[in-house]
């Protein structure tokens, strides 16, 4: 069932039959995408970008959802409510954008929207993990109002250097 949040933005469960597509996705974006997503290495080819969608829409976490983004009746990227934590009732998302719709606050439009996507969950905060270089998603995250709550130490190397994992919180 497709999600309106915006004329120009709709959400769409992300499904197996997406794999072309998404496929296609990410190998427009590669480069961009595999400076902060360890996944995207692994995404080469329509069976590849299969299992990436599998593993995601069937992780069995708590009130996951995933979905995939149209801006202007094109797909252009990913967004995920990854889980929501039965004991901290916090949501942690999860997205990916593709160049061809960045700079259209599109993130941030279906974040302003999540207050009635979770109005039926348990969730009363979402939280946002980022890579300590990764000032776009850093940006969404604040943009969103939401606070630095903690870290994780060398979390990951990306672009070439060992990076903190950032937490970011922000109430419903």
Known sequence: ???QISPQ????PLNLSDASAILSLVNLNRERLAEYLYWVEDVQCVDSAKQYIFDRVNNGLNE????KIYFNNEICGVFAV???CPQTHVA????WLGDSAKGNGVISQIVNYL???LANTSANAIEFRCLEQNHASIKVALRAGA???????????ANG???NLNIYRVTL
Do not use: C, T
């Open 1 to 3: 069932m497709p999600i």
């Open 9 to 12: 933005i709709i959400l769409r």
């Open 64 to 67: 996951a959802h995933w979905f």
């Open 82 to 84: 990854k889980s929501v």
């Open 92 to 95: 942690e998302l999860g997205y």
């Open 115 to 117: 207050p009635k996507l």
């Open 147 to 157: 606070n630095l709550v903690g870290s994780i130490p060398d979390f990951m190397v």
């Open 161 to 163: 250097i060992k990076q």
